[in-house]
Structure formats: C-alpha cells, structure tokens
C-alpha cells in the first residue's frame, strides 16, 4: 500500500510540474545603463526647472515643507558661486537625488543659469557644459 501512495504521489508530482513551470513569472529584461541627457528632453533652462525641479522647489522657487523640506532658491546667496549648484545636481544632496544620469552637461548648465538668473537671482556668469563636465 506504501508503495502505491509513492507511485501516485510521484506521478501527480510529474503531472503538475509542467503547469507550474508556465505559471512562473517571465525573466525581467535585463537593466539597461542610463544614458546621459536619456532621461528628460527638454534643454532650455526654463523648461527644465518646470517640468523636473519646480515640483519640489515650487513655480516660485520658495521651497515648501510638508512631507520633506525643500530648500528655496529664491533669492539663494548659495547660488553665487556656480559650482555649488551644479554639484548638488550632479551628485545630489540630503533627500535631493542626483542627476548626473539624467541630464546632459548642457541640461545642467542651462537650468543653473536659469535659476542663477530669476527668482530674485541676479548671478550673471555663466556656467558651460564644460563646466559641468569637470564636475561630474
């Protein structure tokens, strides 16, 4: 009797093996490396800061709190010196992720010269790609 309960027991298990080999989820394909500039197409400065950086640092750029705090870029004396902003958004900083993945040393440097010049920002050197690049 033992040895007919391994039989079914074992021929059950063969049957079933097939259906739950297909149910199995898929593979997930394999990750692909960001490219740079990849991510967000938009290449004026103004375009950039709307549609990526004014949903946490707001259309006015006042910064907010509530779930997590923004830091203001109005009127920012961080801003003076170039370098500062690019760095934070090549490689990040606190809960402010980086970038450098996502924009090109072009993206970047227009959209700190976008800031660097509204918002009660009246920084007027400019930052280059190649700037930008040196940072990275």
């Known amino acids: 009797m033992m040895k007919v309960r391994l ?13 739950i080999a297909d149910t199995a989820a898929p593979t997930p394909p394999p990750r692909r490396l ?37 830091p203001a870029l109005a009127k920012d004396p961080n801003l003076e010196i170039a370098g500062y902003p690019v ?18 040393d072009e993206q970047i440097a227009n959209v700190v010269n976008y800031v660097r010049t509204h918002f009660g920002n009246r920084y007027r050197d400019k930052v280059k790609p190649e700037d930008v690049k040196i940072m990275r």
């Open 87 to 104: 760095g934070v958004i090549v490689k990040g900083q606190k809960a402010m992720p980086g970038f450098a993945d996502s924009f090109s």
């Open 34 to 70: 960001m490219q740079r500039g990849g991510q967000f197409p938009m290449q004026d400065g103004e375009a950039i800061y709307k549609g990526v950086c004014q949903g946490c640092h707001m259309p006015d750029a006042k910064g907010a709190v509530g779930a997590g705090a923004y």
């Open 7 to 19: 039989i079914a027991a074992a021929l059950l298990l063969a049957t079933a093996l097939p259906a």
